[in-house]
Nanobody, 112 residues
Framework: QVQLVESGGGLVQTGGSLRLSCAASGIFLSAYTISWYRQAPGQQRDMVATIMRGGRINYADSVKGRFTISRDNAKNTVYLQMNSLKPEDTAVYYC??????WGQGTQVTVSS
């Protein structure tokens, strides 16, 4: 059974940092393109960052220069380092493996 578990969310002040983790069981994340998405209340779910199997990385314009996606294949985990956080980053953050496997999400709240 495939399971993705996000962790690391929480409440942080503007300008603060958080590191989200997406840990997998049942699949090897190294075999997949992994994306982080986020969804704010009443909004659609939007892509934040993607790391492809070959290592190519893409970011949404809104997070470029502030967020960093990375893999640790030995731990079967993908991370999202989030710096210089803004209130508009407040959302539930989800990881996606390929096009099929979603985690349950972790809440990030940035206070002003």
């Amino acid at each position: 059974q495939v399971q993705l578990v996000e962790s690391g969310g929480g409440l942080v002040q503007t300008g603060g940092s958080l590191r989200l983790s997406c840990a997998a069981s049942g699949i090897f994340l190294s075999a997949y393109t992994i994306s982080w998405y986020r969804q704010a209340p009443g909004q659609q779910r939007d892509m934040v960052a993607t790391i492809m199997r070959g290592g190519r990385i893409n970011y949404a314009d809104s997070v470029k220069g502030r967020f960093t996606i990375s893999r640790d294949n030995a731990k079967n985990t993908v991370y999202l380092q989030m710096n210089s956080l803004k209130p508009e980053d407040t959302a539930v953050y989800y990881c996606l493996a390929g096009a099929d496997y979603w985690g349950q999400g972790t809440q990030v709240t940035v206070s002003s």
